[in-house]
């Protein structure tokens, strides 16, 4: 079946703009997560859903960062005034429940000029 | 707090040989999971395998296989017969496990970046 996807996979933009990242998880997969993962480190955790509900958002930087799941599917991270720090790439895991395993999205690369 | 220690920065193999990637964690719960996700130069996580704190034997997958030793805290993964579609990075991962609700965030690993010569 189709995996966990991701659009853009590159995003360029200028300092100070704002960019929306989309995540489109497995079917039927009711948990969702947001990291990010900057070059030569692992991914960190940003945010999770349960359903249409932000769970968990302990780990967004600051109140630029934004997240939501309407309808429980496809999630949408948004980044306000972003800075050239905000640069990395983003992904997104979707799993069947909170404790299953998490599957992950080929990633948004975020580019902060 | 969790953390996940991978000490190997780089790691070259033989391809056909078997290699050992180590990662050591550090939680005071008693409940965890530990997981192996590779990423290849495109970028995309692939779940590789699974060892819970509980589980008595160690996870096999395949030609991968973990090496769990509660006592150390280490979850070593073993790849055997190494191929060349094996070079990318590894990442060791943990997860929480929280009864009481919320989140089961991982935390992650730094990666090992294998290469697997022919």
């Known amino acids: 079946g189709a995996g966990v996807s991701q659009t853009p996979s590159n995003k360029v933009t200028e300092k100070g703009k704002y960019v929306e990242l989309r995540c489109d998880p497995i079917?039927?997969?009711?948990?969702l997560y947001w990291y990010r993962q900057s070059l030569g480190q692992g991914p960190e955790f940003l945010i999770y859903?349960?359903?249409?509900?932000?769970?968990?958002d302990s780990g967004l930087p600051n109140d630029r960062f934004f997240a939501v799941r309407p309808e429980g599917s496809v999630s949408t991270l948004k980044i306000q005034r972003t800075e050239r720090g905000d640069s990395a790439v983003y992904l997104c895991?979707?799993?069947?429940?909170?404790?299953?395993?998490?599957?992950f999205g080929p990633g948004t690369r975020l580019t902060v000029l | 707090a969790q953390k996940i220690t991978q000490t190997q920065p780089g790691m070259f193999v033989q391809e056909k040989e078997a290699v050992t990637l180590d990662c050591t964690y550090d939680t005071s719960d008693q409940s965890y999971g530990l997981f192996w996700y590779k990423q290849p130069s495109s970028g995309e996580m692939i779940f590789l395998i699974y060892q819970g704190s509980y589980d008595e034997q160690n996870a096999t997958e395949g030609r991968y296989s973990l090496n769990f030793q509660k006592a150390r805290k280490s979850a070593n993964l073993v790849i055997s017969a190494s191929q060349l579609g094996d070079s990318a990075m590894y990442f060791c991962a943990m997860r929480e496990v929280l009864f009481q609700g919320g989140s089961e965030k991982l935390v992650f690993g730094k990666g090992t970046k294998l290469t697997v010569n022919p």
């Open positions: 895991a979707s799993s069947t429940s909170r404790a299953d395993t998490q599957y």
């Open positions: 859903f349960q359903g249409t509900g932000a769970a968990d």
């Open positions: 079917s039927g997969h009711t948990a």
